[in-house]
């Protein structure tokens, strides 16, 4: 049975029952004289009970045999066995015992009256009978034949009720008892009245030391504060409190971390308050491992990131300075070649033309190459001093202006909203407009180029938008363009580096943002960047 429906069938066993229309009683009356047994049906049918005659003793005691009666009303004098015999059988068998009889006798002696009462006789009634007499005194019968069942049917139901409730209790105490934790019950004042053997083999201490003791034995800071307000139904259950760490005590001095639950229990005898008790030493070692672990990593991250930034720091050195001291021999060579084929053209002889073009042109592209790594390794190197507040406006106008000749010379149509002001420096966020802007006409496709460079206010950030109508990328490009020297076509198709997005991203983060492009090919690009608003 369930928990439901055990407690269910304790409350149905308690309930009281509802009025049902009274159970007719049976009423035997014996007598050798069928007259009589008349005049007796005539006094006692206004009772409306059942009725069942007999005339003889033996025929009495039939059906004395099948049937439980009220009363036997008894004929002393019948022929056979009279009525004491019949009373003396009827009081000898089980079922009968109790059975109230009712002699009804002509004689008026003291001896009839004590064999009768000796029999179990518990009460006479003398001919000639008075109608009136008979059914108040056989009513009383009725009526205590009636008591007498319905306190059998209390007495069963009790029984039952107290069946269910002796399996619940068992139940509650296995479960108890099974419990991982110890469970200690206590008064309010914490006076202990329930225990479970985890509390025992936890705390080293017996049951019987614990019931009456109070609970500040183990748990000396234990303490229970919230006010309960009386519920009219107490069986209610009141919320738990759970997961307060506290310090337990065992019975030999020694403490240990405990976490404990409680739960209260309203009952007519007050509130009863169950701790439940669970030792998590293991826990909390586990918690310093995992901070000492932390606090480990977070030495080795923090050593970690200072080497990258030294060797970061020298390698953006050394990029500056080669790139820087390798300009100067290049233009030598540069100026040299470009003399030697303004002199000599044409009397060197054989391929001699060809060859000074390729130096030509391959040295203006390594300064080119070099120019643009210069580029990059100097965002950082600007020094914190050029952060100010910026209009983004001015920066795109100033962009704008650089690129005029070849806004002009592809038809690019620009549409702009009005930007916000950020904290930042002015000539690399011109930089960031000018590389996104210049790509947009670069990577167009067959018709005019159209750029639209919007921003929108997201959180403490802005969000700018440059989207153009032009070749757009495959998405699976999307993050390799940043990288430094990354290009999707080659130089005859499309002239440039790769160098580009890379600075943007440089720039941008040295600004507190991000970039990232949404594209597809032949669909245009957006590239999206954020920056941080101005305090
Ligand atoms: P570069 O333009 O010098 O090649 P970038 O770093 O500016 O270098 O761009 C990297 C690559 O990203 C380009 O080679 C090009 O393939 C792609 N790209 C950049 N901007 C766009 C754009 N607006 N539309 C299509 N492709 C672009």
Redesign the pocket.
């Known amino acids: 049975m369930s928990q439901a429906s055990e407690t269910a069938a304790a409350s149905s066993a308690l309930q009281p029952q509802i009025e049902e229309p009274a159970r007719k009683v049976k009423i035997l009356l014996v007598d050798d004289t069928p007259d009589n047994l008349v005049s007796l049906e005539a006094a006692l049918y206004t009772l409306g009970e059942d009725l069942v005659f007999a005339n003889s003793g033996t025929e009495a005691l039939r059906h004395l045999l099948e049937d439980d009666f009220a009363a036997v009303l008894l004929d002393v004098k019948m022929p056979g066995m009279d009525g004491f015999e019949t009373a003396e059988l009827i009081r000898s068998r089980p079922r009968s015992r109790h059975t109230p009889i009712l002699f009804l006798t002509g004689y008026k002696s003291d001896e009839h009256l004590f064999r009768g009462y000796d029999l179990g006789a518990v009460d006479f009634l003398f001919k000639p009978i008075v109608p009136e007499v008979l059914r108040s005194k056989v009513a009383v019968f009725v009526q205590l034949s009636r008591n007498a069942t319905l306190l059998r049917e209390h007495a069963q139901a009790l029984r039952e009720q107290a069946a269910v409730l002796q399996k619940a209790e068992q139940k509650f105490r296995s479960l108890l008892e099974a419990a991982p934790d110890a469970m200690v019950m206590c008064r309010q004042d914490g006076e202990i009245v329930l225990v479970n053997s985890r509390t025992e083999s936890l705390f080293g201490h017996s049951r019987s030391q614990l019931l009456g003791n109070n609970i500040r034995l183990l748990v000396p800071d234990w303490d229970y504060h919230v006010q309960f307000v009386p519920d009219e139904d107490l069986s209610c259950p009141q919320p738990a409190l759970a997961g307060k760490e506290l310090t337990a005590a065992r019975k030999d001095g020694s403490q240990f971390p405990a976490e404990i639950t409680f739960s209260p229990l309203q009952t007519e005898e007050g509130l009863l308050i169950t701790s439940a008790i669970r030792d998590i030493t293991d826990r909390k070692c586990a918690e310093e491992q995992i901070r000492e672990l932390n606090a480990d990593l977070e030495k080795r991250v923090l050593e970690r990131t200072e080497e990258l930034l030294r060797s970061n720091d020298e390698l953006a050195q050394f990029a500056y300075v080669a790139s820087h001291d390798l300009q100067e021999p290049l233009r030598t060579v540069s100026i040299y070649t470009q003399l030697l084929a303004k002199r000599y053209q044409g009397q060197l002889g054989g391929d001699a033309d060809l060859f000074v073009e390729y130096i030509t042109g391959n040295a203006r592209r390594m300064e080119l190459l070099i120019r643009d790594i210069l580029d990059f390794s100097r965002v950082d190197s600007r020094g914190n001093e050029h952060f100010t507040a910026t209009s983004c406006d001015k920066a795109l106008d100033e962009a704008l202006s650089n690129l005029r000749s070849r806004i002009e010379e592809s038809g690019a149509v620009i549409r702009r909203d009005p930007l916000p002001a950020v904290m930042g420096d002015p000539i690399q966020l011109t930089r960031v407009f000018q590389?996104l802007i210049s790509?947009?006409i670069?990577?167009r496709s067959r018709v005019p180029p159209q750029i639209a460079v919007t921003a929108q206010s997201r959180g403490n950030e802005w969000l700018f938008t440059v989207e153009?109508n032009?070749?757009?990328?495959e998405p699976e490009y999307a993050e390799k363009?940043f990288g430094i020297f990354?290009?999707?076509?080659v130089r005859g198709e499309?002239p440039?580096?790769?160098?580009?997005?890379?600075i943007c991203k440089k720039i941008l983060g040295r600004h507190g943002g991000r970039i990232w492009v949404e594209?597809a090919l032949g669909k245009g690009?957006k590239?999206r960047f954020t920056l941080p608003k101005a305090n």
């Open positions: 590389n790509n947009s670069k990577y153009d032009g070749i757009g990328i363009v990354k290009r999707l076509h499309h440039g580096n790769g160098m580009g997005l890379a594209s690009s590239f």
